[in-house]
């Protein structure tokens, strides 16, 4: 894991976000951005390995952010990093092309072990 993006609009989350993401992969490049319309202009400088992706952002939905980097990147990883923990929300993300879906309630390294997890067994083949 060499980049990762951190989508999320609330600023105490994403501090939180990057921590547990920085236990998974202490050498990690990380990219935050709190919009969405800055999420998908970063797009166009090059592939991120992992997107940890909130659903509800001011200028739009993560959904959006994922079904466009998912297109763009299929070999992108792409996890929802929500409070929602219902159908809802849970599958318009799914078929979107989220490969995980971590609750934010959950403990930092709960979200590391998880995200530890999800790029072991979700790697995907790029092409």
Known sequence: MNDVLILEDQKDAQDWLAEAILMAWPQVRLSVYGRLDGAL??????QPDLC????QLPDGSGIDFIR??????????LVVAT???DDMHLFPALQAGANGY??????QKQIALALARISHEGIKESG
């Not at 971590?102 to 403990?107: A, F, I, N, P, V």
Request: contains cysteine; proline residues 3%.
């Open 41 to 46: 202009q970063a797009l166009e400088s090059g």
């Open 52 to 55: 940890l992706v909130d659903l």
């Open 68 to 77: 466009q980097c998912s297109k763009r990147y299929p070999a992108t990883l």
């Open 83 to 85: 409070i929602y923990d």
């Open 102 to 107: 971590l609750l934010k309630d959950d403990s």
